[in-house]
């Protein structure tokens, strides 16, 4: 050790007026007062359960109220994916359309185009 250097001393814990605790330097007598330790919890919200409520209020038992719970969000995911499902078949078909459209007018010649131009004219009569 370097005897130009002060020793260590270590520090004392004390209680403040105010109950805290601080840590206080003997060498210097400063109170230095400890980082206060912040707990945060963070929850889910609880689930909305107006519908059971009106269902139990309205005579319908435990066990529907229950399956409705239970059952309810499943049902929201399998519409979903339905529609999730319908939204691609769509897009699909969508673009195999717009091929066939543009391999008719490129390879069928006059007929083709004339072919695509009837029914251009078609759906602007509608």
Same mark, same amino acid.
């Not at 060498?27 to 609880?46: D, G, K, N």
């Not at 009106?54 to 435990?62: E, F, M, N, T």
């Not at 059952?71 to 995911?77: D, Y």
């Not at 529609?83 to 006059?110: I, R, Y």
């Given at each position: 050790? @370097? ?5 260590? =001393?270590?520090?004392?814990? $004390?209680?403040?007026? @105010?109950? /805290?605790?601080?840590?206080? @330097?003997?060498?210097?007598? &400063? $109170?230095?007062? &400890? ?12 689930? @909305? =359960? /107006?519908?059971?409520r009106i269902a139990l209020g309205s005579g319908v038992g435990a066990g529907a109220v229950a399956a409705g719970v239970y059952f309810g969000p499943l049902l929201v995911g399998v519409l979903t994916a339905i529609a999730a499902n319908l939204a ?6 969508? %673009?195999?359309?717009?091929? %066939? %459209? /543009?391999? $008719?007018?490129?390879?069928?010649? /006059?007929?083709?185009?004339?072919? *695509?131009?009837?029914? *251009? =004219?078609? =759906?602007?009569?509608?």
């Amino acid at each position: 050790m @370097d005897p130009n250097l002060p020793a260590h =001393r270590p520090l004392s814990v $004390v209680q403040l007026p @105010d109950g /805290t605790y601080a840590y206080a @330097d003997p060498a210097t007598l &400063a $109170v230095q007062q &400890a980082p206060q330790q912040i707990v945060q919890h963070i929850h889910q919200a609880p689930p @909305d =359960r /107006t519908v059971q409520r009106i269902a139990l209020g309205s005579g319908v038992g435990a066990g529907a109220v229950a399956a409705g719970v239970y059952f309810g969000p499943l049902l929201v995911g399998v519409l979903t994916a339905i529609a999730a499902n319908l939204a691609m078949l769509a897009f699909l078909a969508a %673009v195999m359309a717009w091929g %066939v %459209v /543009t391999v $008719v007018k490129s390879l069928g010649g /006059t007929e083709g185009k004339a072919a *695509s131009k009837s029914v *251009s =004219r078609a =759906r602007r009569r509608r």
